[in-house]
């Protein structure tokens, strides 16, 4: 079903065009809408992804910090009981020398007492063993802690790098759309706040342009103070190349009525009609790419206002021209991951 809600308005165009495009054109102007939409569509999910990647990343170097902080705790216990080991083994050295010459001066002595001397010196021996066997686990378990401690930290290493890389191009992003943002104000000075705000928003620029500014109830004909609009931002559009642009359509929810004659079917097909007719305008007099463009009727279905009032209803019939700049480096540093 949302194929098909997708596929209606291209077909209702088609339909009102069939007399003046042929078959094979109409198909691909089908194909490249349906393209370009997706286009839209992923970029806008991907945008939502990378600052969700970046919290993400945030959250791991913080475990790999605390991991690695926990490690160098433990790795300065080990020493310590590696220190303490080694003067215990050299203790029991030195006492199992002492036992080994009296053990020896008491050869001719009373063999009790000899007997006593050998079981104490076995022990020590014993015990000897078992503290050289204690002292080899607790250096080759502090040889293992100091490699996993290293493997860590330059993982951590790595991770901060691409993190810190990684801030650097969404503030750069924020940045280019923020300068962005402010050539659209300066190019559309004087029209800002009387039917047009220039916003920002999931790091792309919205130029959201009310009905009353650009055509007349009903209608896809720009009229002469929406069209000098529009060629002003062509012509700032044509100077930044890197931006692609999207067009979207909206209506409010009152159904279109066509008038006798007209070929226009509903809200559907007026969106649809009124976001090509943009594209036209941006295109004239421009060397604009058309690659760069999108065009998209999204009817009455995503108003800024649902309630069912005049007011509302004003709100909601408008014109988007949604502006994105070329995110290729963040895809990079994404993909490096």
Known sequence: MKALKIMLPVLMIAFTAVSC????????????????????????????????SNRELTAKSGQLTEEVNRLTGELQRARTDLSQTREEVSRLSTRYEELQRAQAELAAGKAQET??????????????????????????NLDTKKAT?????????????RLAELEKMLDAQQKAVKVLKDKVSEALFGFENNGLTVTMKNGQVYVSMED??????????????????LRKLGALL???????????????????????????????????????????VLTQDTHISPKRLIATGRSEYIP???AKTPDARQKNRRTEIILTPDLTDLYRILESY
């Not at 159904?255 to 004659?261: D, H």
Request: net charge negative.
């Open 304 to 306: 800024v206002d649902p």
């Open 212 to 229: 009353k500014l650009l055509f007349k109830t009903g209608s896809y004909e720009i009229d002469a103070n929406g069209r000098t609009a």
């Open 149 to 161: 401690l290293e493997e860590l930290t330059y993982e951590l290493e790595k991770r901060n790098e």
């Open 21 to 52: 495009v042929t078959g094979k054109r109409h198909n691909s102007l089908i194909d490249r809408n349906l393209m370009l939409m997706a286009e839209r569509d992923s970029l806008k999910a991907e945008n939502i992804w990378l600052a969700m």
């Open 115 to 140: 007997q006593r001397l050998l079981t104490e010196l076995r022990q020590a021996q014993t015990e000897l063993h078992q503290r050289e066997d204690l002292l080899r686990d607790l250096e080759m």
């Open 238 to 280: 044509e100077k930044n190349p890197d931006v692609t642009i999207t067009i979207e359509g909206h209506t409010d929810d009152v159904p279109y009525r066509a008038a006798p004659g007209q070929q226009i079917l509903d809200n559907w097909d007026l969106s649809v009609k009124r976001a090509t007719t943009v594209v036209r």
